[in-house]
């Protein structure tokens, strides 16, 4: 089951697009300028696209106000070269030791940029909101925001003698899951205006992606997930699971989430009742996550921990090591 909208139909509140301005079409370029990374299927780096800006800026940003305008996001840009990028400490024959990043023309990333600028002007001005237990893509957050957080409850749970107990879920293959139902129910729920939703639309249909295999050169159209290596994907999975941040939990059970990192704290008077809490809480996490069409990793690759938080009268060198455990990177 997808995420319930707020309205079934959102309101319609105007057909008008804004046209994309100078000051937007700068904005998105200068990014390419602070950035190095490898160009999409056309070889373009954006390095190029910086240097050609007042040539091009009027083409640009009347393509640009075309596609919002019309709903619709260039097959070309649609394209992306599938490369494989190996994780630390898994076995190298495994699928799940590689992390999939999509590399897109630049010229796409453009409009990405642009589209997910309004989305987060919307987001903000307007609303709904993303959550406020979200930390990931968020300007003005940061995983060290999250980590404060965390510590700061742990520590004013323990100043009372409480204990606090921390579950960890780690999502399967999150991003090239996500279902695209959950992304356009959301946008419904947030009240992103029309256009947007209608070019969101066009972005996520007939994507596809080319690769090297054992045979040769391969190319995958795309039924679900957003692209790892967008601008606009990380954005998208925030909407699209901003859902399962919103679902009421236990008394004493809080959520901090970096992306599709999702922790479940459980506070209690005694580790019983924390443990209490945790189970309850994990529960119903993890039911909505597989509402979404979304299932977290196996009982064997699933980074699940319950580290206690005991009193500060049982301040140990091994509850240093326990606290530390649970701020550590993956």
């Known amino acids: ?27 998105a370029v200068s990014r390419l300028r602070a ?3 490898a160009p999409g299927p056309d070889g373009v780096p954006g390095r190029a696209l910086v240097l050609a800006l007042k040539e091009l800026e009027p083409q640009l940003r009347g393509l640009f106000t075309a596609c919002l305008e ?20 898994r076995p190298a024959d495994s699928p799940s030791a590689y992390r999939p990043i999509v590399l897109l023309d630049e010229a796409g990333k453009l409009l990405e940029r642009i589209v997910a600028d309004r989305l987060v002007s919307h987001l903000w001005r307007e609303g709904p909101d993303l959550d406020e237990n979200q930390f990931g893509f968020r300007r003005g957050r940061s995983t060290i925001d999250a980590i404060t957080r965390v510590r700061a409850l742990a520590e004013e ?33 947030h009240r992103v205006p029309p256009y947007l939703r209608r070019t969101i639309g066009a972005y996520l249909e007939e994507r596809c992606v080319t690769y090297w295999g054992r045979d040769g050169a391969g190319r995958r159209v795309m039924s679900c997930g957003v692209p790892q290596g967008s601008v606009l994907g ?43 809490v945790a189970t309850a809480a994990v529960s119903q996490v993890v ?19 319950s580290t206690p938080f005991p009193g500060r009268r049982r301040r140990t060198g091994r509850r240093r090591r326990a606290d530390n455990a649970l701020f550590r990177p993956p």
């Open 234 to 276: 990380p954005l998208l999975w925030n909407i699209g699971y901003d859902w399962v941040l919103r679902g009421e939990l236990p008394s004493g059970a809080n959520l901090t989430c970096y992306a599709d990192d999702t922790l479940v704290t459980a506070r209690g008077s005694s580790h019983r009742e924390a443990a209490l």
């Open 35 to 37: 950035k190095n990374t």
């Open 287 to 305: 039911n909505r996550i597989r509402r979404l069409g979304l299932e977290k990793e196996t009982a064997e690759r699933e980074r699940e921990i």
């Open 157 to 189: 749970t323990v100043s009372r003698g409480g204990v606090v107990l921390a579950v960890s879920l780690d999502i399967s293959n999150a991003f090239n899951t996500l279902p695209w139902s959950c992304i356009r129910e959301a946008l419904n729920y």
């Open 1 to 27: 089951m997808a995420s319930p909208s707020a309205t079934d139909s959102p309101e319609e509140e105007s057909t008008d697009v804004p046209e994309v301005t100078q000051t937007e079409t700068r904005a």
């Open 70 to 89: 019309q709903g619709q996001f260039p097959s070309v840009w649609k394209e992306g070269r599938l490369v494989l990028l190996r994780k630390e400490g």
